[in-house]
């Protein structure tokens, strides 16, 4: 692999590895649009579109194999016969697999990976070999050996978008295309003399705009060129009759509605003067007619419009996005600082008249801040269709391993969502995925039987929910046996018998996304080993997210994640417990109530408490009150948070207000419980501990679910240190 060292030559391939990778991903629509619709001359088209610019783009950087390869795969979708067609679609995706591989080698300078297997397969498709008959033919089949290779019949499917747009150049300025076709006599001993000679020829009779077959292709019969040339055809058929070179010679001029089709001798119009007839000129054959006549829909005029509107995007380094950011959360904890000095200078100088006009400068600043703040999580924000268009080709592979069918249906994939969450989650998304083909859809055969259309169906969606970005992963297949998943929680002992007996519905559902859990009997290449929704539940833990999870019995399942739109900045709701302040995303709390300690009940070894005509489970996040008639009417706060369709109250003792809190990193060695998810500085320095509410809600679950109700769910962030942060500079580095 060649990799020039010069600065500019890095840039230049920086850039091609990130357009690179969005051919590939055009490469496996085009190639599955192709299998649905094997007619679709507009996916063919764009197919040959995308692997030409990679070719181009791979030769700008000196990737020759890449070049190469790209090279060879256009040629193959050059065929005019039903043979290459029908190989077209699996033999894209094969392509953009080795595509995306070479470039996994370039970027990481390691030996790329073998070439020749693909290559093998483009030979056979290029020769018109079935895929049963791989083998290669006999020495003593002469006939066979003589057998040319099948070559493009019609030049509207071979010349490059470059030359189209140079003879439509040519047209626009009114001047005269012809389209040459020469055959090479089937005696002559040189060929590729004879095409040099005649190439010669017309480049000395006027600007060759095209020209085929290319310098290494030695077995081609015939040449075709597009010439712009000022005199008649006659002259350019003259030039072109040599003996012993060539027998026949067809001349027709190309029409601006056409460019390079040859339309047949009594529909031609010529551009200046009646179209030259020749009695040497070969009449089509009906092969190559059907092509001419099909022609004019297949070609297209390249469009100027794009480079317009790539002048209009800056691409920019994330990392420098990030840098941004984090100004804006260091002004934002400075806004904070300022207002409190603010309130604390009026309440000691009450009369001053520069109270107000700080207060009128402080709310201008806060205004600019908060539309500072929206423009920069803007840039951050990129449509999740980023991510969901790698999707079909993984379910298509999935449902080909397992034998199912299934149609993908996406929605939404316009959602804006934080750039940083959105490469989170595909991993999550992909598991989700194939988890559903695998396991939630049913086979042809078992759909049939219980009355449901052959081919499943799994929907991917994505929409704004207030604060949030929902996205969700649906299927139509035998859903979640409940039951069966209990017996297996309680076989893989990640449940005691008597615990899963007292578990709900939801409560067994969320089993699924334990570490290690499978329904699965044998482990296979799909599935098995109890790893993929587990790394669901560990990622949406780490966002700050969660996930609901619903299904019915023979009616499909559906998994929604609820993810935060940035993990930047967020509006929290501050309350205190034993004397330390904590915070919770405002997101999370459906509603606040306050009740006294004698409202509160035990049943089953947790606190229920009725809120309206719902009995709502508390979880207690400091130790139990000591029993006695001044405990009971002790009044607390109960904050209502929601997981899925499960609602939980969270018992505290005080509580602060709002805030908006820029989310620090914290210290590993100092915060050693999941428990936290960040902290954040207030205006005064005090430092701020943000709960992790999935944390919370299974650290409860567990409790209850090993009979251990007496202690505290924030009993393990005792022993943290009232600062937690990495010390720093600056706003940032307030004490407490």
């Not at 020769?127 to 509207?156: C, E, H, I, L």
């Not at 077995?219 to 027998?247: F, G, M, N, Q, V």
């Not at 006549?293 to 380094?317: G, M, Q, Y």
């Not at 269709?385 to 993908?408: M, S």
Request: aromatic letters at 4%; a neutral charge; one cysteine or more.
């Amino acid at each position: 692999m060649t990799s020039p060292p010069d600065d500019r030559m890095r840039d230049l391939q920086a850039l091609f590895f990130e357009s690179a990778a969005e051919l590939v991903q055009r490469m496996n629509e085009e190639a599955l649009r192709l299998e649905k619709s094997p007619a679709d001359a507009e996916s063919f088209r764009s197919l040959r579109r995308t692997v030409h610019t990679l070719k181009g783009d791979a030769a700008a950087c000196n990737f020759s194999e890449l070049r190469d390869l790209a090279h060879e795969f256009e040629d193959v979708l050059a065929l005019q016969n039903p043979a290459a067609a029908a190989a077209i679609p699996e033999l894209a995706l094969r392509a953009a697999d080795l595509f995306a591989a070479l470039l996994q080698a370039y970027r990481g300078n390691t030996t790329p990976p073998d070439l020749q297997p693909l290559r093998s397969e483009f030979a056979r498709v290029a020769n018109g070999v079935p895929a049963a008959n791989d083998a290669p033919a006999a020495p003593s089949d002469k006939t066979a050996a003589k057998k040319p290779r099948p070559r493009p019949a019609q030049p509207a499917t071979l010349w490059t978008e470059y030359e189209r747009l140079a003879i439509a150049n040519a047209l626009d300025e009114r001047k005269r295309v012809y389209h040459v076709v020469v055959e090479l006599d089937a005696q002559c001993g040189m060929p590729l003399a004879a095409r040099q000679m005649l190439q010669i020829k017309l480049a000395g009779m006027g600007e060759i705009l095209a020209f085929y077959p290319g310098e290494k292709c030695a077995d081609a019969t015939r040449i075709e060129a597009a010439l712009s040339y000022a005199k008649s055809a006659a002259h350019i058929r003259a030039a072109c009759t040599i003996p012993t070179i060539s027998t026949k010679v067809k001349v027709t001029p190309v029409r601006q509605s056409t460019l390079l089709v040859a339309p047949s001798a009594d529909t031609a119009e010529p551009l200046a003067q009646p179209a030259p007839t020749s009695s040497s000129a070969p009449s089509p054959s009906p092969q190559a007619a059907g092509a001419r006549r099909d022609a004019p829909a297949k070609t297209e005029t390249p469009a100027a419009a794009p480079t317009s509107s790539s002048e209009n995007i800056l691409r920019v380094e994330a990392e420098r996005i990030d840098n941004v950011l984090d100004l804006v959360g260091e002004l934002i904890l400075a806004k904070s600082m300022l207002q409190q000095a603010l309130l604390e200078f009026s309440q000691r100088f009450p009369t001053d008249s520069l109270g107000a006009r700080f207060s009128d400068a402080m709310a201008f600043q806060a205004r600019v801040l908060n539309d500072l703040q929206r423009s920069v999580m803007k840039v951050r924000m990129v449509p999740v269709d980023q991510i969901f268009r790698r999707f079909p080709r993984t379910v298509r592979d999935v449902a080909q391993l397992c034998g199912k069918e299934v149609d993908l249906i996406i929605r939404g994939g316009d959602t804006d969502l934080d750039k940083s969450i959105l490469d989170a989650i595909a991993e999550p998304l992909t598991h989700l995925l194939r988890n559903a083909v695998g396991h939630g859809i049913e086979t042809p055969a078992e759909r049939t039987r219980a009355g449901k259309s052959p081919r499943g169906k799994l929907q991917l969606s994505a929409y704004h929910q207030g604060n949030q970005v929902v996205v969700e992963v649906s299927d139509d297949g035998a859903g979640i046996d409940v039951e069966k998943v209990r017996a297996r929680a309680i076989e893989q002992e990640i449940v005691t018998p008597e615990a899963a007996a007292r578990m709900t519905r939801d409560e067994v559902l969320y089993l699924i996304l334990r570490a290690g859990f499978t329904t699965v009997e044998k482990i296979t290449e799909l599935s098995g080993r109890g790893v993929g929704l587990d790394i669901v539940h560990a990622v949406l833990s780490r966002l700050k997210g969660s996930v609901q999870i619903e299904s019915s019995p023979g009616r499909g399942t559906t998994f929604r994640l609820r993810l935060p739109l940035t993990l930047a900045i967020i509006r929290a709701l501050l309350f205190r417990l034993e004397d330390r302040l904590y915070a919770l995303p405002l997101t999370a709390v459906a509603e606040i109530t306050r009740t006294a300690e004698e409202a509160i009940h035990e049943v089953q070894h947790y606190e229920v408490f009725q809120l309206r005509n719902d009995v709502l489970p508390l979880l207690r996040l400091g130790p139990c009150p000591d029993p006695g008639p001044q405990a009971a009417q002790r009044k607390v706060f109960v904050l209502v948070i929601t997981r899925g369709d499960s609602k939980f109250g969270l018992i505290v003792d005080q509580l602060v207000g709002e805030d908006e809190l820029v989310i620090k990193a914290l210290d590993d060695q100092s915060i050693t419980t999941d428990l936290v998810s960040g902290a954040a500085i207030l205006g005064d320095g005090r430092v701020v501990l943000i709960l992790n509410i999935n944390a919370l809600v299974d650290h409860f679950l567990h409790n209850r679910l090993s009979g251990d109700g007496s202690a505290g769910v924030l009993s393990p962030l005792a022993s943290l240190p009232q600062n937690p942060l990495p010390q720093k500079r600056g706003a940032s580095g307030a004490q407490a």
